[in-house]
């Protein structure tokens, strides 16, 4: 059931509405501003995709095709978000592309961008980590001439007479549908526009005004706007100390020690007049004034004192933190250490007899392996998780290498060898349909014997179990080319089976 509710969904998307405005198969003419996104064999991200652009008529190329990388027919589609919140949705685009389309994987529409956001996005499902955002400012002409909308709020404790007692806090906030916030300013007591960055509090007892104002990424200022407020002084002496706590951040080993570096963040509250000052103390040295995170590199152990001070001239108790700082690993630029080797029944001639068996190893004494890679003749790079069995007649090349977690790549090797017809069948219960047939698609290739007894459909074998469809594709890329490479197939015929097998749902 899985299958064909999966096999629906790739029909569905491989017969989406390329756009809104000009086909994506048409030569539209070219916008001044021209966007190229462009897409490989990869499913986590798009391998090119612009970031910024300017509002205005803008032509866009979409191209997923051989010649920026896509080896395998593997399709995506180059989609416009137009429900997410917080993003325009006033572009309606929607193509698929793949090398073997009409347009070969190039695809060029023209389209009118607003000043804001843009999601894009890959609809082909398991694609969803292809995504990212086009942030598009105010060109000429029509651009954002709207100034941001900007508001504060007063917040603290007040009396009865809604005055405020010690402290008031003033936070701004600034919106604009437009180009987007580019700047907040604000001044206490028509003193001078500061810029605006977090909360502003104000502790002077009295009247008071704040004014403030924000400016859009077009250039557009708002009015200024204001708060009034009255501070009046706390009706009972404080005489608590403030709350003082730290907490340490780095990377750490097994053991709980820091590698490399320990970062201290000192935090302090007090709910009467308010926190003064916040002192540390670091391995017995005198206090000092705490200003921003303390780094400790120092390998060792390490005693960290710390203590505040309110505005009421509370201290509170020395608090303490213990950590210890390691020297980090070094670094591991040693790829690994990686061979293969080919087990099968040989004949005089050194020939294995019915198929071979090449097992790939790789060891690592640093951060240890984290891949093996191979590839079959003229087959793309495939991961290793099992020895590779090769039972199609004639010579073949087999390459390996590995990676190791640090992002060494070993050098390329290759093991060669040959194989022969055993003599027997070797598939007893043969494929013998007239033609090569993928997924119920006929690629008008003759189902021909291959000289063992094993058909190309036998060998295609689409029915085994492959762990995604881009393997599939090159599982048949593989076949069919060594079927190429001993003249059972021509390079048309090759292309034919190879496109009705990225087109198939076979391991999605």
């Avoid at 010649?67 to 180059?78: E, K, R, S, V, Y």
């Avoid at 978000?81 to 572009?91: K, L």
């Amino acid at each position: 059931m899985t299958r064909r509710l999966t096999a629906a969904l790739a029909a569905l998307l491989l017969t989406v509405i390329p756009l809104a405005g000009a086909p994506a198969s048409a030569a539209p003419r070219v916008a001044e501003q021209v966007l190229t996104w462009t897409a490989d064999d990869d499913i986590t991200r798009y391998k090119s995709a612009p970031a910024q652009a300017v509002a205005g008529e803008t032509t866009i190329i979409w191209e997923n095709s051989a010649a920026t990388g896509n080896t395998t027919g593997m399709p995506h589609t180059l989609t416009f978000d137009t429900t997410t919140d917080g993003y325009n949705h006033d572009v309606t685009l929607n193509i698929l592309a793949n090398p073997f389309d009409v347009n070969n994987g190039r695809h060029q529409t023209t389209v009118t961008l607003t000043p804001g956001r843009y999601r894009y996005f890959c609809s082909i499902p398991g694609h969803s980590q292809m995504v990212g955002e086009l942030v598009v400012t105010g060109g000429g002409g029509g651009g954002d001439t709207t100034p941001p909308a900007v508001s504060a709020t007063v917040g603290g404790d007040r009396d009865q007479d809604g005055n405020y007692i010690g402290t008031a806090t003033v936070t701004v906030t600034a919106t604009d549908a437009g180009s987007g916030v580019e700047t907040v300013e604000y001044q206490v007591d028509d003193t001078s526009f500061l810029p605006y960055t977090q909360p502003v509090p104000v502790t002077a007892i009295g009247d008071h005004s704040v004014q403030f104002r924000a400016t859009d990424q077009a250039g557009n200022t708002s009015e200024v706007g204001s708060v009034s407020f009255r501070i009046v002084e706390p009706s009972e002496e404080d005489t608590i100390p403030p709350v003082v706590t730290a907490d340490l951040a780095g990377d750490r080993d097994g053991d709980g020690n820091y590698i490399g570096t320990a970062t201290a963040t000192l935090a302090a509250t007090d709910a009467g007049s308010g926190v003064a000052t916040i002192e540390y103390s670091l391995d017995g040295a005198a206090f000092t004034a705490y200003s921003q995170p303390i780094v400790v590199d120092g390998v060792g152990m390490h005693m960290l004192h710390y203590r505040a001070t309110d505005v009421a001239g509370n201290t509170s108790a020395e608090q303490m933190s213990h950590f210890t700082v390691v020297a980090p690993t070094p670094e591991d630029t040693t790829p690994p250490t990686v061979s293969a080797t080919v087990a099968g029944d040989q004949n005089d001639d050194g020939a294995y007899v019915g198929g071979a068996t090449v097992t790939v190893t790789a060891t690592d004494d640093g951060s240890g392996v984290a891949s093996i890679e191979y590839a079959l003749d003229t087959g793309a790079w495939t991961a290793y998780a099992a020895p590779v069995s090769v039972r199609a007649t004639g010579a073949h090349t087999l390459r390996y290498r590995a990676t190791d977690a640090a992002g060494n790549t070993s050098a390329e090797q290759s093991a060669t060898f040959t194989v022969v017809a055993d003599g027997t069948d070797a598939c007893p219960e043969s494929d013998t349909r007239a033609r090569v047939i993928i997924d119920g698609v006929d690629t008008g290739v003759a189902n021909v014997d291959t000289g063992d007894g094993c058909t190309i459909n036998d060998l295609i074998d689409e029915g085994a179990a492959y762990d995604g469809h881009a393997v599939f594709v090159r599982h048949v890329e593989s076949v069919t080319a060594t079927l190429v490479t001993g003249g059972t197939l021509t390079l048309r015929q090759q292309g034919a089976i190879v496109r009705a097998a990225a087109r198939s749902d076979v391991g999605a």
